[in-house]
């Protein structure tokens, strides 16, 4: 039987940030029946204890929260949550142990949570807050939860790796202040090999899209070793006659995590001549490379 | 460091065979040592430049 995506109905954004994050928990919540929130469609029943791809139960587990200052320059320092757990599977994770069981970490305890990002933000620390994995959209419900307890001036940011489905963006429509969406593979042979993932290319490009049209958005791509050529350069192509302006961090510290061992190129990190064809590439499409 | 929420802050380092180090889930207080140990690393400069000063300042009251 093919699973298919139901329509949820969403209210419109008449509300503030905070009450629409309210009312679309509830939804979110009931939609865990019949899981689709990533293009996985598992249509498994997450409130009965079925388990998709992810593995995630109906409560979200986080393994880290704390003010980093690795990301993007114009978004640091940020309160960083990471939500354990992820739809992908990708041999080269940073955060594998978390990132591949949803059970990893600590239950959410919101209020305790979203009180840290406020102080970390009314005391300077901190001047965004990000909401991250593993991957936050298998995790939609608590995610929303957490929204609404933060103030509607903070600015948020959404990571993720853009494998989200139609009715994940649709909770997530005007929720985040920027989308900070990873594009890892530019075939679709290679993301099936490093991350078991099909379709990955279609399914990337039509979140990006969207979450141009409905947010700020910066696109993320991590240069692996051997990758330069049939990932990066189809990805910069693509940015460049689809998304000319985007904002792009092109990240070549690659650390061979995780089950990377398994895959021979990928042990080892990207080498200076890779790192510099890399950013040639990007020159030569005019991409708006940000650090 | 233990936190309200019993996390421990994390940041991990990879140290390369040719003295590279590569950096995850950095820390302020961490950009602000990374930066030490390399100075003329502007990009480490902007991400560690205003722990730096609480530490120095935070160090200074200690004293």
């Not at chain 1, 406020?118 to 995610?143: F, K, N, S, Y």
Request: net charge neutral; hydrophobic share 40%.
């Amino acid at each position: 039987m093919i699973a298919t995506e139901p329509e949820i109905k969403i209210p419109d954004q008449a509300f503030s940030r905070r009450s629409l994050a309210r009312q679309r928990t509830m939804l979110a919540h009931a939609t865990l029946s019949d899981c689709h929130l990533c293009e996985r469609h598992c249509g498994v029943n997450r409130l009965a204890g079925e388990r998709g791809v992810c593995q995630a139960r109906d409560t979200a587990q986080i393994f880290s929260a704390q003010i980093e200052v690795s990301d993007e320059l114009e978004l640091i320092p940020t309160f960083a949550i990471a939500f354990s757990g992820c739809d992908l599977r990708c041999a080269f994770c940073i955060t594998g142990r978390e990132s591949w069981n949803p059970l990893a970490g600590k239950p959410l305890d919101k209020i305790a949570i979203a009180g840290r990002a406020i102080a970390a933000l009314h005391e300077g620390a901190a001047r965004t807050i990000m909401i991250l994995g593993g991957e936050p959209t298998i995790h939609l419900p608590d995610v929303l939860q957490l929204v609404s307890m933060l103030p509607e001036d903070a600015k948020l940011i959404w990571k993720t790796n853009a494998h989200g489905s139609a009715q994940a963006r649709e909770f997530l429509d005007g929720m985040f202040d920027v989308w900070l969406a990873d594009y890892k593979f530019g075939n679709d042979t290679c993301a099936q090999r490093l991350a078991l993932v099909p379709n990955y290319n279609k399914i990337v490009r039509k979140n990006l899209l969207w979450a141009n049209e409905h947010s700020e958005l910066i696109v993320r791509h991590l240069v692996m070793p051997g990758h330069v050529e049939c990932c990066w350069k189809p990805v910069a192509q693509w940015l460049a006659g689809n998304l000319p302006e985007v904002k792009v961090n092109l990240r070549t510290g690659f650390w061979p995590a995780w089950k990377a061992h398994k895959h021979s190129e990928l042990c080892a990190t990207t080498s200076r001549s890779e790192s510099q064809i890399a950013r040639a590439i990007a020159r030569e499409h005019h991409l708006n490379l940000i650090e | 460091m233990k936190t309200k929420s019993t996390f421990y802050e994390e940041a991990e380092l990879l140290v390369l065979p040719d003295g590279k180090i590569l950096a995850h889930n950095i820390t302020p207080k961490m950009a602000a040592l990374l930066s030490s140990l390399d100075p003329k690393n502007e990009l480490m400069k902007q991400r560690g430049a205003p722990t730096l000063q609480n530490q120095i300042h935070e160090t200074a009251k200690g004293n």
